[in-house]
Every structure is written in structure tokens, then in C-alpha cells.
């Protein structure tokens, strides 16, 4: 097993020698724009590390990482123009450095260039893959569905919550793991395993930023604390505080979700009080640490060694104990 920055490394050498020079520019420039901003990459990092933890070398998967990559950055250039986002990475978005339709038509690009990663493996390894692949970036699409729904709905369970960010997130973190698993030809049992441990993580990770949106270090974070609180974002902190307020607490927390004062500083200050108050920001922490134990405990039952299990476990760790 290597480290984190040996993966990094070898994903960003990778995606150097893409070469999508290629003409027309105002199709291809895009796309080489959004994916130069590099970001954390975690996604590729857990393929090339889940075929390792199958005694694989990890160069093996760096197409299958690639795709993965390539389909999480098509789905945010359109997940930037449906919120009307500026900045991505701290730059300009697609959509307003070049236009809305050059952003649908480059982000279509991606999608089809994602799958084209798959053709360097032999058919079996592609069929699985891009089965895989066709299932999850369905659900992803479900989940940005569900998230837009969302947004005009005052009655949304935590049930319906949870589905919705492990459709949105972490189906994509499961298969980015499973595919490392496909490629080292392990068994289904490990393979499931595995994609289990990816999704229970991607969880705990969206939970996680729901948190730290709220709770986080400003000079950490790397977005604006509050930034849910300022759009009235119905996350799983609101959803709990909702269920434990008090009368008079859940009517406060139900008008400051109502309204958009041009200064936010009292509305994200008030909201924090109540989600701490309703004990609700201590239950977000729970359920942060129970699907990360939910995914320590498929680590158990897979069939690797001892050594894997707690390389796995340590990532699954650091990612938790983060504040970015």
C-alpha cells in the first residue's frame, strides 16, 4: 500500500497526459478547465487504494479512477449551472467563464469521455464497470433530484434525507471502491464489501459537512460557515433540531428558515443556538460516528489481511476527524 500522496501523484500525472487538446475548443477547453482544478480527488485515491488492498497495483486502475473522476466534475459543471454557482474551487464556474450551453454541451462531453475510460479493460472488467457505472450515476441524478425537491418542501422525513445524500454522495464513493475491486478480479463478496465500506464513509462525510457548514473553523472550512443556514437548507442538523425543539424553539427555527436578511450574521447565530440547545448538533455527531462504525464493521468481514483492514480503517478515521 502506498500513502495518499503517492495516489495524488500518480492520478494528477495521469490526468496530464489526457491530452484533450482537441477541437472544437469550445468543447474541450471546458472540460479541461474544470478538471485542471484538481480539488481533493478522493474519489480516484479510493479506487487506486481499494485494488491495492486487493494485492493489485493500483496503475491498473488509474482508467477506472479517471472515469470516476471525470463523471464527479461533468456532475458538478451541471450542478453549478442549475444553483447559478459563480466560483467552483475558488475560480470561475463553466457556465460563466464560457456560457450555459457550452457548460450542458462539455458536461454531456464528460459523461460519454467517462465512459471511454472503460475500454481499456478486457470485456468482463468492462461489463462490471460500466454496470456499476450506469447504476450509480442513475442514482446520483436521483439524488440531485430528490435535493432539488427538497428545497420547496417543508415536510422532509430524515429517512427521505439520508437517501437522498447517499444517492447524491456516497453511491459514488461505494463504486469508486468497488471498481478498484472489479479491476483486482477479488471476489463479489469483497467487492460488495468494500463498496458497503465506501457508502456507510460517504455517509458519514456528507454528514460530516453538514456539520462542520455550521460548526467548522472559518479558516479551515474553506467555505463560508453557515452557508446551509443562509439558503435555508433543510440538513440532517435542521431535520433533527425540527424533531427535538420545543414549541417555541421549533417556530423560531421555522421563521429564520423563512426568511433572507441582507446581513445573515444574528439569523446563523440564532439557528446555532437552537441546534444546540435541541441537542440537535450532538445527535449529527452521533450519527457521523455510527455510519462510521457501520463501516469499520464490514471491514470485519472482508477477506484481507489484518494490515489492510487498518490501513482502511486509519482513512476512514483522518476523514472523520477532519475540519475541511
Not at 474541450?28 to 494485492?55: C, H, Q, W
Not at 442549475?82 to 459523461?111: C, F, Q, Y
Not at 443556514?229 to 421555522?254: D, R, S, W
Request: hydrophobic letters at 40%; charged letters at 25%.
Amino acid at each position: 500500500m502506498h500513502s495518499i500522496s503517492h495516489y495524488q501523484e500518480l492520478i494528477s500525472d495521469y490526468f496530464s497526459e489526457l491530452h484533450l487538446t482537441k477541437e472544437p475548443k469550445n468543447l474541450y477547453n471546458p472540460i479541461d478547465y474544470i478538471l485542471s482544478l484538481g480539488g481533493k480527488r478522493m474519489r480516484p485515491i479510493l479506487t487506486l487504494m481499494a485494488t491495492e488492498v486487493f494485492d493489485v497495483d493500483c496503475k491498473k486502475s488509474l482508467a477506472a479512477a479517471t472515469a470516476i473522476e471525470i463523471f464527479h466534475n461533468f456532475s458538478l459543471v451541471h450542478d453549478d449551472i442549475m444553483d447559478d454557482a459563480p466560483l467552483r474551487r475558488g475560480n470561475e464556474t463553466v457556465h460563466e467563464k464560457w456560457n450555459i450551453n457550452t457548460g450542458i454541451l462539455s458536461g454531456d462531453a464528460m459523461l460519454i469521455l467517462a465512459y471511454q475510460h472503460f475500454e481499456e479493460y478486457e470485456p468482463n472488467i468492462f461489463r462490471d464497470l460500466a454496470k456499476l457505472f450506469s447504476k450509480t450515476a442513475l442514482e446520483v441524478c436521483e439524488g440531485q433530484q430528490y435535493d432539488v425537491d427538497f428545497e420547496t418542501r417543508d415536510d422532509v422525513t430524515i429517512p427521505e434525507y439520508l437517501k437522498m445524500i447517499e444517492y447524491k454522495t456516497a453511491v459514488l464513493v461505494g463504486a469508486a471502491m468497488k471498481m478498484g475491486a472489479i479491476v483486482a478480479k477479488t471476489s463479489d463478496e469483497n467487492a460488495n464489501l468494500i463498496y458497503d465500506f465506501g457508502l456507510n464513509l460517504g455517509i458519514a462525510f456528507q454528514l460530516q459537512d453538514d456539520y462542520l457548514d455550521a460548526f467548522g473553523n472559518p479558516e479551515t472550512f474553506g467555505k463560508q460557515v453557515g452557508g446551509d443556514i443562509i439558503e435555508n437548507k433543510k440538513t440532517y442538523l435542521y431535520l433533527k433540531a425540527i424533531e427535538f425543539a420545543q414549541t417555541e424553539e421549533k417556530e423560531q427555527l421555522l421563521h429564520l428558515f423563512s426568511i433572507q436578511p441582507t446581513d445573515n450574521t444574528d439569523k446563523i447565530d440564532s439557528v446555532k443556538e437552537i441546534f444546540n440547545q435541541t441537542k440537535a448538533s450532538e445527535a449529527t455527531q452521533k450519527a457521523i460516528q455510527d455510519y462510521t462504525f457501520k463501516a469499520f464493521e464490514t471491514l470485519e468481514k472482508m477477506n484481507v489481511s489484518d494490515e489492510k483492514k487498518e490501513i482502511l480503517r486509519t482513512f476512514g478515521e483522518n476523514l472523520m476527524s477532519r475540519n475541511v
